[in-house]
């Protein structure tokens, strides 16, 4: 069983490893965001339950402490849990939902841990705020939410609320799933989810995002790249099928951290970006991610990106798909968006966040 407690004066107390390495970048990101987002008080503060992943990132129990800390001086009453096994976040969400006694349930970790809270969050009033904790935070960069924690908490506690559609993953008859599963900012397969799916944990534990970097380059060698045929159905109720050797689709535009994939791409809209890399073997892999890192993957020619609301992917074999950075199915899979979004919690100041206002 995952703890909970109530809310109460007293920080947690979590594991003394979860040191964080100062970042100077940020901490002056952070800086000119504390100078310019001087909180506006809440009619009724927010009432909050934080749900903390010890697993997430390299060890970062202070920060939730930090977190929790600012949260309660700004005058949010706290309840606070630890998950304690994957699936954990989603049962604790549902259940703050199913109580109704708090307004926003925060995910303190990585994208993962986000994803889960989110499920429990559809179909709900209650937002989802973040306290970014892990090691890609790939939802966090995309909405501006700050690093530091005592800055997302302030979000948390005087932030607006945006619009976030999920997309849904749904199996088939073959590969059934047991029930919709939502994604925040992307889903992939081929390549993209082979990496996510063998990455070593202990490496990703003491190295971060450079475990995925070192899984990409060693898996190649050995990966067969076998094609997907990706069929989107578009907007305007066309049909457009493309073969790939990798394909992310797209809710949001970034992916992998801070680097962008899909520049179009908006969370606040119900419709993806579908990235169709065609060709495979190493040295496209590494075309494909140098181009990634200077943000002009769009623009090579064996790139395709078509917007979707309706995305299915078949490959020969039960390959998996990823999701958040976790594998969540097994192909062959359909994706299409969840109905209703559900509220994120957003700095008025970074851009897009003004969406659905
Ligand atoms: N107590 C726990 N022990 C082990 N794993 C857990 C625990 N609680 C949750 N998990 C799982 O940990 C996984 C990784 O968490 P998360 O994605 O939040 O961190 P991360 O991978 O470091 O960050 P990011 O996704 O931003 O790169 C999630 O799939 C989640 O289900």
């Not at 997309?167 to 900012?185: D, I, K, N, Y």
């Amino acid at each position: 069983m995952a703890r909970v407690n109530a809310p109460s004066p007293r920080t947690p107390r979590l594991p003394k490893d979860y040191a964080m390495p100062a970042k100077s970048l940020q901490r002056f990101a952070d800086g000119v965001l504390a100078l310019t987002s001087a909180p506006a008080p809440q009619a009724q503060p927010r009432r909050v339950c934080l749900i903390a992943n010890p697993a997430a990132g390299q060890g970062r129990g202070q920060r939730v402490r930090r977190a929790v800390a600012r949260l309660e001086s700004l005058g949010c009453p706290v309840r606070w849990a630890l998950t304690e096994r994957p699936g954990d976040a989603t049962r604790l969400a549902r259940e703050a939902v199913a109580r109704g006694d708090v307004d926003v349930v925060v995910a303190a970790g990585g994208d993962g841990t986000i994803n889960e809270v989110a499920n429990g969050l559809v179909g709900s009033a209650v937002a989802l705020g973040v306290i970014p904790l892990g090691t890609a935070n790939v939802l966090a960069i995309e909405a501006g939410v700050p690093r530091r924690p005592e800055h997302a908490a302030q979000v948390i506690a005087t932030g607006r609320l945006r619009p976030l559609y999920l997309g849904e993953v749904r199996g088939s008859a073959e590969t059934p799933l047991g029930g919709p599963r939502r994604f925040v900012m992307m889903a992939g397969a081929g390549f993209d989810a082979h990496v996510v799916d063998t990455v070593d944990l202990g490496l990703k534990r003491r190295t971060g995002a450079l475990a995925y970097a070192w899984g990409a380059f060693h898996r190649a060698f050995r990966y067969t790249f076998p094609s997907c045929l990706v069929s989107v159905t578009t907007p305007d109720g066309r049909e457009i099928e493309a073969e790939a050797s990798t394909v992310v689709v797209c809710n949001g535009r970034h992916y992998g951290g801070p680097f962008v994939a899909a520049p179009r791409a908006d969370i606040s809209q119900p419709t993806f970006q579908v990235v169709v890399l065609t060709r495979p073997g190493l040295i496209n892999a590494a075309r494909y991610g140098a181009w990634l890192m200077l943000g002009r993957l769009e623009h090579l020619p064996d790139v395709r990106v078509i917007e979707a609301t309706r995305v299915r992917i078949h490959l020969q074999d039960a390959e998996p798909l990823q999701a958040d950075g976790d594998t969540i199915a097994h192909m062959p899979v359909e994706i299409v968006m969840t109905p209703q979004p559900v509220s994120l919690i957003v700095p008025d100041w970074a851009p897009g966040n003004d969406a659905g206002a």
